[in-house]
């Protein structure tokens, strides 16, 4: 267990301008992908009353920080991709990882974890393990019904991440029904979710990116680098980016 802030480790790995250019193109992904149907409103009250935001990634990814040299994931990248959004604002992404834990064994220790780090967005990203593990959904559902609870009785607004993506994967896991519950649960809970499921499945159908290999030639940061940018638009829509731009410096 443990949590990790990114804050100024980001800033070595700025985009080259000839790689951006060339890689931005398959980031593209449908609008109703990074359109939230809820609002993260206490997310944009923090950058309107404290011009910055801080933003809690809760992961059962065994890494989400890796750096040096190591593969870089998408929590460097979304960082990165706010402040460019907003310049004059202050973001800070830290990460917690429980590694391979599942939900019901994050819940135990999740007020504590927010009361240290006292983030005004927790990103849950969460399925993943409960679909290897093949745990109830009924079951997933309520720990989700929970964790929605305690993160916004801390002062939080909360945004699912589903699974990912993975045409390895997806036909030996129940990967489906925990992604029906948690489209539920945002639904009835006015949760924004984050669809990376599809929306890595769109990049697969339309060839922007081969999720079946398996070699390393640069395609897990490139993934990576474009789940963060894609996230980082959604959070700016479900914060209200383009209204704070507009205020007063």
């Known amino acids: 267990m443990r949590t990790k802030a990114l804050g ?17 193109h398959r980031c593209e992904a449908p609008d109703a992908y990074v359109e939230p149907y ?3 409103t206490r997310a944009g009250l923090s950058l309107r009353t404290n011009k910055s935001l801080d933003i809690l990634i809760i992961s059962s990814a065994p890494s ?8 870089r994931s998408y929590p460097m990248f979304l960082e990165t991709a706010l402040k460019e959004r907003l310049p004059k604002y202050e973001f800070r992404v830290g990460v917690h990882t429980e590694a391979r834990k599942t ?9 504590q974890t927010l009361e240290k780090s006292n983030p005004s967005l927790v990103i849950l990203q969460t399925g993943t393990v409960e679909a290897i593990n093949g745990v109830d959904p009924d079951k997933y559902e309520r720990k989700l019904e929970k964790a929605v609870e305690i993160i916004r009785k801390s002062g939080a607004d909360v945004i699912f991440v589903n699974p990912q993506f993975s045409p390895r994967t997806s036909f030996v896991t129940n990967s489906g029904s925990m992604n029906d519950r948690i489209r539920r649960v945002a639904s009835y809970a006015d949760v924004p979710l984050f ?18 290999a398996l070699k390393n030639d640069g395609t897990f940061e490139a993934v990576h680098r474009c789940l963060g940018r894609v996230l980082a638009e959604f959070i700016s829509r479900a914060a209200s980016f383009s209204e704070i731009a507009k205020l007063p410096q």
Request: charged share 25%; aromatic share 12%; hydrophobic share 45%.
């Open 64 to 71: 989400q920080t890796r750096i040096g040299d190591k593969l």
């Open 103 to 111: 939900l019901k064994e994050i819940l135990a220790a999740l007020p």
């Open 8 to 24: 100024a480790a980001v800033l070595p790995f700025l985009f080259m301008s000839g790689m951006v250019s060339a890689q931005d």
């Open 195 to 212: 669809n990376r499921y599809d929306i890595m499945r769109h990049w697969s159908e339309n060839e922007a990116f081969d999720f079946t």
């Open 38 to 40: 809820y609002k993260a």
